[in-house]
């Protein structure tokens, strides 16, 4: 594959910060709905009920730097550094998570086939975020490159380590909030299993909406 010029590369990375905006508005929706959100970001948000002195992006930043050294863990000498751009990205994720927190406030949510709603809505637009970053194709994730690192290092597929993650995600979570609450259940409900079992769905159909056209784009071939 010939190397990408600079133009491509510039657009890549904008693309990528598009789709962590998106991302991360997908998951403030969610939050708002207050029915759980995505396994990968319930242990902060449950963290985030505990701990409020953090706002949830702040906590979301704790946690990928968490995953983030994570990586470096598993992988060792094999860490890529370009990888470390995680780390701002991270933040930014973060920072767009507490904007979206703030937006999101203004939209009445007492009744629960709004809230159900909410969860939908934001799932999609989650959704659309990660397959916005996917496309971009420079950094991954924390979440998504903890899961690669695992997979490659132990020589498995990628699904059945990322189904496997998500899973310890919520057990995690529940864990944390019986702890934290008193034995109640807190932050992790139907929307976190909404969540999970539609954004790989949303994905799918996102990427066969908009492959094509955005890496037209990214080349130039518009």
Same mark, same amino acid.
């Given at each position: 594959?010939?190397?990408?010029?600079?133009?491509?590369?510039?657009?890549?990375?904008?693309?990528? &910060?598009?789709?962590?905006?998106?991302?991360?508005?997908? &998951?403030?929706?969610?939050?708002?709905?207050?029915?759980?959100? %995505?396994?990968?970001?319930?242990?902060? /948000?449950?963290?985030?009920?505990?701990?409020?002195?953090?706002?949830?992006? %702040?906590?979301?930043?704790?946690? /990928?730097?968490?995953?983030?050294?994570?990586?470096?863990?598993?992988?060792?000498? /094999?860490?890529?550094?370009?990888?470390?751009?995680?780390?701002?990205? %991270?933040?930014?994720?973060?920072?767009?998570?507490?904007?979206?927190?703030?937006?999101?406030?203004?939209?009445?949510?007492?009744?629960?086939?709004?809230?159900?709603?909410? &969860?939908?809505?934001?799932?999609?637009?989650?959704?659309?975020?990660?397959?916005?970053? $996917?496309?971009?194709?420079? $950094?991954?994730?924390?979440?998504?490159?903890?899961?690669?690192?695992?997979?490659?290092?132990?020589?498995?597929?990628?699904?059945?380590?990322? @189904?496997?993650?998500?899973?310890?995600?919520?057990?995690?979570?529940?864990?944390?909030?019986?702890?934290?609450?008193?034995?109640? @259940? $807190?932050?992790?409900?139907?929307?976190?299993?909404? #969540?999970?079992?539609?954004?790989?769905? $949303?994905?799918?159909?996102?990427?066969?909406?908009?492959? #094509?056209? #955005?890496?037209?784009?990214?080349?130039? /071939?518009?």
């Amino acid at each position: 594959m010939d190397k990408m010029s600079k133009q491509e590369l510039v657009k890549r990375y904008i693309l990528l &910060v598009i789709g962590l905006f998106f991302s991360a508005l997908g &998951v403030a929706i969610t939050k708002r709905g207050d029915l759980g959100v %995505s396994p990968i970001s319930s242990v902060a /948000n449950v963290v985030a009920e505990k701990f409020s002195f953090f706002s949830l992006g %702040s906590w979301l930043i704790v946690w /990928n730097c968490v995953l983030i050294l994570g990586q470096m863990i598993v992988l060792r000498k /094999n860490f890529n550094p370009i990888q470390l751009l995680q780390i701002p990205l %991270s933040f930014l994720f973060g920072w767009f998570t507490d904007f979206g927190v703030w937006a999101a406030s203004f939209i009445p949510a007492e009744i629960y086939p709004v809230r159900l709603l909410m &969860v939908f809505v934001g799932t999609v637009i989650l959704g659309f975020g990660i397959t916005l970053c $996917v496309i971009a194709n420079v $950094v991954m994730n924390s979440g998504e490159a903890f899961v690669k690192a695992i997979s490659d290092t132990a020589h498995k597929n990628f699904g059945s380590i990322k @189904i496997g993650f998500d899973v310890c995600c919520v057990v995690a979570t529940v864990a944390l909030s019986l702890v934290f609450f008193h034995f109640n @259940i $807190v932050g992790t409900r139907e929307g976190t299993i909404i #969540a999970a079992l539609l954004t790989g769905f $949303v994905i799918k159909l996102f990427t066969k909406l908009i492959q #094509a056209p #955005a890496t037209r784009l990214l080349h130039g /071939n518009v």
